[in-house]
């Protein structure tokens, strides 16, 4: 699979900003790691 172009994520900041967006990726995630009901962090190391 290949990653998206810089021009569509750009063009889909605005959605990627939303609050229902981010919470049903965090579940996603937290399902796919087998967590039950928690807390997920997601933190951006690419700046250290």
């Known amino acids: 699979m290949n990653p998206p172009s810089y021009a569509t994520a750009k063009r889909r900041l605005s959605m990627f900003a939303d609050p229902t967006w981010r919470q049903r ?3 996603a995630c937290a ?3 087998g967590l039950g ?3 997920l ?3 951006d190391v690419s700046t250290l």
């Open 41 to 43: 962090v997601l933190y």
């Open 31 to 33: 399902t796919q790691a």
């Open 37 to 39: 009901p928690a807390s």
């Open 25 to 27: 990726l965090a579940a």
